[in-house]
């Protein structure tokens, strides 16, 4: 009776267990995801869960408990926290608060205890003096740095709220007229090099040291314009220009600086068309970047090795909310570095955390607009910072500091990154796998088991990691080792490999050549294999070859068509049989469209040429222009087949040897055509070269007119079903 019991009591309390964890999921009031390769949406465990608030009521109760100890500060003395500015943790855990609405820094401890007010202070003058909105503040392991956003200045402190010193503003020579320095945040490093933001300086961030010498601007926004910016301003006089719009630089909005001296700045001033562009064009560039890693020297050193740049949501178009639908490119207002080489940027607009590795792939989003705990209200995430296991996320407009704190799957992430890091490799894949285990869809997950399997020299199984990640650079890295291991087992192939096709090809250049030459004797019918095999002799002597295609009847129409279905085979080939590394997206093709692509400009061109010709004195006939056009084509379509083989055997390293055969069997063959037009129309160079070009454009004038009947012929079948609707609804 007693064992019943004990099992009863052990079953409810694993289902009491089970139940919690269910409606703690359940209270998470928004949905973690990340992106595919394609843009696609993916729904992943939540990585960080909320916690709790940090409010006015949150640092009053802390107050109350402290006075119950002989406490510092009182709640009269603290009264209400009004507007925060920033967040900032230091090693310790403190966290301190940028009160502008009260002109001080809150400190508070690990725990959000009230542990130091700053506001007033006595100048190195022995003056008193005061914060003035301060909106920014970093903590170094002895000093605190406050961005004195009112006074235009930066004041030092210690970690106990003694006042240390106060870094003025430049000289008035380096801000440009009419600029106003207003530091709105402030970073460090190690050398003691002070860093700051100026929400109306848009030369870069400002450099400067402890005693107010100015270094430089960092990392300056590069201007582009559109062509048509270009033109237009060719056009305009000088008061023009001077009444129209400067084309200046986008101001920073935040930094932060690692240990290693990077800086880490961000901006939301960037052309909304031009940044949702970079993101579906998968720039890589920072032209049009919201997130840049500064090095000394300015120059961006961010890494985007992602699907995506870092730039916020991906699916811009229409991301609907709890509240609301919000469309457009992130704003991204703060980022903030978390452990193991990870950093999260903020998206104002959808309150929305985006978190990347140090190579740029995205690991998880989470947030949202809301009012529940673990929402961010509209327009109110100013602020991100990582207290060791948890991010605290600032909302502006109600001064409420929300805490998330990591869960089990995010602490996968974390470790799985660090091993790495580490070069623990084992520990890696035994992360990873667990990851996967929850989220299938981690790409991140596999690319890291491949990395670990490429370290360990398991080329062909990293291979197939990265292919299922779509990550083609290390594929092209490990394939290249790959290719290296198999050439080294099979070397004695090479030698063989090599005589085989010398022996081959020569046969075949013997047997073209010895029936090429048996077809130079007139003959009133000739061979498939005759008027095929004498392309060959057309590619190396143009001149020769079609003077003897039309007048000694070398060739024939079944001979081109030949050809011609040759030609649209092998650009089939090419789209179905390019290796993964050109074609790493492949979701399958329209033959038709394939087809077309290539049928389409060959029937324009010998449509176009025979009709403006025939107005030119061309002595060729429509089957002439058809029958060269054709044998014309047999360079590109021998180029592209050898070009899609070759892609199976080269890496994105050796593209430019594709590109050069692609490219060679184009130019051999419009070259070819060139040349045969000229021959079979009996053209001197010059009128050949206008006749060309005549007939391209013929071409864009028969597509016109082609495009044009097609349109008023739907519009006349839509009207007669219109009116038969109409009748039948009538009768």
């Not at 667990?434 to 080329?459: C, H, K, P, V, W």
């Not at 096709?501 to 004797?521: D, E, H, M, P, T």
């Not at 045969?676 to 129309?681: A, F, P, Q, T, W």
């Amino acid at each position: 009776m007693k064992k019943k019991i004990l099992k009863v009591l052990i079953l409810a309390f694993l289902l009491t267990l089970m139940l919690g964890s269910i409606v703690a999921e359940a209270l998470v009031p928004y949905t973690t995801y990340t992106y595919d390769v394609f843009g696609k949406m993916s729904e992943s465990p939540d990585a960080y869960v909320p916690l709790t608030y940090i409010n006015n009521e949150t640092i009053l109760n802390s107050i109350e408990k402290s006075n119950a100890d002989n406490g510092k500060y009182t709640a009269e003395s603290f009264g209400n926290i009004g507007n925060i500015g920033d967040v900032f943790v230091d090693e310790l855990e403190h966290v301190y608060l940028a009160d502008i609405t009260n002109n001080r820094i809150v400190c508070l401890d690990e725990k959000y205890n009230l542990r130091l007010l700053i506001s007033t202070f006595v100048n190195k003058n022995g003056v008193p003096d005061s914060l003035s909105k301060p909106q920014g503040v970093f903590v170094t392991e002895s000093e605190i740095y406050v961005a004195d956003t009112g006074n235009s200045r930066i004041v030092i402190f210690d970690k106990m709220g003694n006042f240390q010193g106060i870094v003025s503003e430049p000289d008035n020579e380096v801000i440009p007229d009419g600029s106003v320095y207003t530091p709105i945040a402030v970073s460090v490093d190690k050398a003691g090099r002070i860093y700051v933001v100026s929400s109306t300086t848009n030369y870069g961030v400002v450099s400067m040291n402890r005693d107010s010498s100015f270094n430089g601007f960092i990392g300056a926004q590069k201007v582009t314009y559109s062509v048509f910016q270009y033109m237009w301003r060719m056009f305009q006089t000088d008061e023009q220009l001077a009444k129209t719009e400067k084309y200046v630089p986008t101001e920073y909005n935040n930094l932060t600086i690692d240990s290693d001296g990077f800086i880490y700045v961000t901006t939301d001033s960037i052309d909304e068309g031009s940044q949702q562009n970079a993101i579906a064009e998968r720039s890589k560039n920072s032209n049009y970047a919201p997130i840049k890693k500064l090095n000394p020297s300015g120059t961006d050193v961010l890494v985007r090795g992602g699907f995506y740049p870092p730039s916020g949501e991906i699916s811009v178009n229409n991301t609907t909310s709890v509240e609301n639908s919000i469309s457009g490119p992130s704003k991204i207002v703060d980022v903030a570095l978390g452990p193991s080489g990870t950093w999260s940027i903020i998206d104002k607009k959808r309150s929305k955390v985006f978190t990347y590795d140090e190579q740029g792939n995205l690991l998880y989003v989470f947030g949202d607009v809301g009012t529940q705990l673990g929402q961010i209200n509209t327009n109110g995430l100013t602020a991100i910072a990582y207290q060791g296991t948890k991010i605290l996320l600032l909302d502006y407009t109600t001064s409420t500091i929300t805490v998330f704190k990591r869960t089990a799957y995010g602490d996968l992430i974390v470790e799985a990154l660090q091993s790495k890091i580490d070069r623990e490799y084992d520990r890696v894949v035994d992360y990873y796998i667990e990851i996967l285990r929850s989220n299938n869809n981690f790409d991140s997950a596999y690319m890291g088991i491949a990395q670990t399997y490429y370290q360990e020299g398991n080329y062909g199984e990293a291979m197939n990691l990265y292919k299922y990640a779509y990550d083609t650079t290390n594929y092209s890295t490990a394939f290249a080792k790959y290719r290296k291991e198999l050439i080294e087992d099979y070397v004695w192939m090479v030698p063989v490999f090599i005589v085989v096709f010398c022996i081959i090809f020569s046969a075949f250049s013997k047997y073209r050549k010895k029936v090429n030459l048996r077809g130079q004797k007139m003959k009133e019918k000739r061979t498939l294999m005759e008027e095929f095999l004498y392309v060959y002799h057309i590619m190396y002597h143009p001149f020769d070859g079609f003077w003897d295609l039309k007048h000694e009847k070398r060739g024939s129409v079944r001979g081109a068509t030949l050809i011609f279905i040759l030609t649209i085979a092998g650009y089939v080939y090419n789209a179905v049989g390019q290796g993964y590394l050109y074609n790493p997206y492949f979701e399958g093709i329209s033959v038709v469209t394939q087809i077309l692509s290539v049928v389409l400009p060959v029937i324009l061109w010998v449509i176009s040429n025979w009709c403006l010709t025939t107005l030119f004195d061309g002595e060729g006939s429509f089957k002439d222009v058809y029958v060269t056009t054709c044998y014309a084509l047999m360079p590109a379509f021998i180029c592209i087949v050898l070009s899609t083989i070759l892609s199976n055997v080269l890496t994105l390293d050796e593209a430019t040897i594709l590109g050069f055969v692609s490219s060679l069997g184009l130019i051999w063959s419009g070259a070819l055509i060139f040349f045969g037009m000229m021959v079979i129309h009996d053209y001197s160079l010059g009128k050949n070269l206008i006749t060309s070009l005549g007939t391209i454009v013929g071409m864009a004038l028969i597509m016109f007119i082609g495009i044009l009947f097609t349109t008023l012929i739907q519009k006349v079948f839509y009207l007669g079903y219109n009116i038969y609707v109409e009748l039948s609804y009538r009768m």
